[in-house]
C-alpha cells in the first residue's frame, strides 16, 4: 500500500523545497527497500522448501543488518541536508502535506487494526507492526504539522525552523530505527 509513496512524495519535491518533504521522500524510500529486501529474503526462504535453520539465519541476518545500515544512513543524509539546506523558499507544500495526511490516516489505522488483532489473539508479529504503524503514523503526524506550518506562513523566519525541526525528528526516527534493526538482526545469531 504505501509502495507508491516515495514516487508521490519525490514529484511532491519538484512543487516545494522543504528539507522535512526531502526527509519524508528519504524516510519513504528507505522503508520501501526495506520492505522490498524483505519481501526478496522471505521468498528466497520460502521458495526453496528446504529447512535449513543456519541458512534462514544467515538471510535474516544479512537482510537486517543491510535495512538497518540502509536507514541510519539515510537518517545521517537527511540530517546533514537539514542542517546545511539553504534558507530560501520553500515552495508549494502542498502535495507533501497531502500525502503526509494520507499517511497518518492509513498508518493510524493500521496501527490500530494490529493492536486489535493482537488483543484477541496474541501474537508477536502483530505487536511488532502494531508498534511499527504506530511509529510511522507519529512521524507521518510530525510531517504534517511541520508542512502545515509552512504551507501557512511559507515567508516568516519560523517555517526555517519548524521545517528544520521536523527533518531533524524524520531523521532521529530512521537512525533509531536503523540501530533497533541492526542489532535484531545480530541477536539473531546468538
Same mark, same amino acid.
Given at each position: 500500500? *504505501?509502495?507508491?509513496?516515495?514516487?508521490?512524495?519525490?514529484v511532491?519535491?519538484?512543487?516545494?523545497?522543504?528539507?522535512?518533504?526531502?526527509?519524508?521522500?528519504?524516510?519513504?524510500?528507505?522503508?520501501?527497500?526495506?520492505?522490498?529486501?524483505s519481501?526478496i529474503?522471505?521468498?528466497?526462504?520460502?521458495?526453496?522448501?528446504?529447512?535449513?535453520?543456519?541458512?534462514k539465519?544467515? /538471510?535474516?541476518?544479512?537482510?537486517?543488518? *543491510?535495512?538497518?545500515?540502509?536507514?541510519?544512513?539515510?537518517? =545521517?543524509?537527511?540530517?546533514?541536508?537539514?542542517?546545511?539546506a539553504p534558507?530560501?523558499?520553500?515552495?508549494?507544500?502542498?502535495?507533501g /502535506?497531502v500525502?503526509?495526511?494520507?499517511?497518518?490516516t =492509513?498508518?493510524? /489505522?493500521?496501527?490500530?487494526?494490529?493492536?486489535?488483532?493482537?488483543r484477541?489473539?496474541?501474537?508477536?508479529?502483530?505487536?511488532?507492526? *502494531?508498534?511499527? +504503524?504506530?511509529?510511522? *503514523?507519529?512521524?507521518?503526524?510530525?510531517?504534517?504539522?511541520? /508542512?502545515?506550518?509552512?504551507?501557512?506562513?511559507?515567508?516568516?523566519?519560523? =517555517?526555517?525552523y519548524?521545517?528544520?525541526?521536523g527533518?531533524?525528528?524524520v =531523521?532521529? +526516527?530512521? !537512525?533509531?530505527?536503523?540501530?533497533?534493526? !541492526?542489532?535484531?538482526?545480530?541477536?539473531?545469531?546468538?
Amino acid at each position: 500500500m *504505501s509502495s507508491p509513496g516515495p514516487i508521490v512524495v519525490g514529484v511532491a519535491l519538484f512543487f516545494g523545497r522543504s528539507s522535512t518533504q526531502l526527509a519524508d521522500f528519504i524516510r519513504r524510500t528507505a522503508e520501501l527497500v526495506s520492505i522490498i529486501v524483505s519481501w526478496i529474503v522471505f521468498r528466497i526462504l520460502h521458495k526453496s522448501g528446504e529447512q535449513d535453520v543456519g541458512r534462514k539465519q544467515k /538471510l535474516e541476518r544479512t537482510a537486517n543488518i *543491510s535495512v538497518g545500515v540502509a536507514m541510519c544512513l539515510s537518517g =545521517a543524509a537527511m540530517l546533514f541536508i537539514a542542517f546545511l539546506a539553504p534558507d530560501t523558499q520553500k515552495g508549494n507544500v502542498i502535495p507533501g /502535506l497531502v500525502i503526509a495526511l494520507l499517511g497518518v490516516t =492509513a498508518n493510524t /489505522l493500521f496501527c490500530l487494526r494490529y493492536r486489535k488483532l493482537n488483543r484477541e489473539k496474541p501474537d508477536s508479529i502483530l505487536a511488532a507492526q *502494531s508498534k511499527l +504503524y504506530c511509529a510511522k *503514523s507519529i512521524v507521518d503526524a510530525c510531517v504534517t504539522i511541520s /508542512l502545515t506550518f509552512v504551507a501557512a506562513a511559507p515567508a516568516t523566519p519560523a =517555517a526555517r525552523y519548524v521545517d528544520l525541526v521536523g527533518s531533524i525528528i524524520v =531523521a532521529i +526516527y530512521l !537512525i533509531i530505527n536503523g540501530i533497533i534493526t !541492526i542489532i535484531t538482526g545480530n541477536d539473531m545469531v546468538r
